[in-house]
């Protein structure tokens, strides 16, 4: 007879696991056994929860874009100003909980994953949606019509920290947040 209560705290723990795991191989590499061992259950109950390591991934992500959205909702509460809501999103993308060398890790494969794999291209639309949404609607009252370029510009860069991050031996939110506010200071009037 199954725990009543149990599968949420089960599903987390995979999900949690799966960010681990994946993080430490820097691929997604690994197998179901390996993702449940780390959650310390069976292969089989992970299997019984998610179905494919690939779906365990998937939570995962979605997890982390949760994560991405909520810190982004809370550096944006309370401001106003266009820049003040610029910093924020920038803020937010590299906050400490976004920028773990797991969630990195994540976010590269996630990229991998989502050119062969339509859910996880779907997600990774909504993200990209979200940002540029996000952006435009801080930089359309600083910049008008250059807003659209520089929010894709923006995108990318903040993208293009991530991937260079999960390249690199040491991964620094400070310098990657700074390196995206110069850009901005450039572009703005």
Do not use: C
């Amino acid at each position: 007879m199954p725990k009543l209560g149990a599968e949420p705290i089960r599903k987390a723990a995979l999900i949690n696991a799966a960010i681990a795991t994946i993080g430490r191989a820097g691929s997604l590499d690994v197998t179901v056994a390996q993702i449940a061992r780390e959650a310390g259950m069976s292969s089989a109950l992970a299997h019984h929860y998610f179905g494919s390591k690939e779906r365990i991934f998937l939570a995962a992500m979605r997890h982390i874009l949760t994560q991405y959205g909520d810190s982004t909702r809370a550096a944006l509460r309370g401001t106003v100003a266009p820049r003040d809501r610029l910093r924020a999103i920038v803020r937010a993308s590299f906050d400490a909980a976004n920028f773990e060398r797991e969630t990195i890790a994540a976010w590269l494969n996630f990229y991998a994953l989502a050119q062969v794999d339509p859910e996880a291209a779907r997600l990774l639309r909504v993200y990209h949606r979200r940002l540029a949404s996000n952006l435009l609607a801080a930089l359309r009252p600083l910049t008008g019509p250059a807003a659209e370029a520089i929010a894709r510009t923006l995108g990318a860069l903040i993208d293009g920290l991530y991937l260079r991050a999960a390249l690199s031996e040491a991964a620094d939110a400070a310098v990657a947040e700074q390196t995206t506010l110069d850009y901005l200071e450039k572009v703005l009037p």
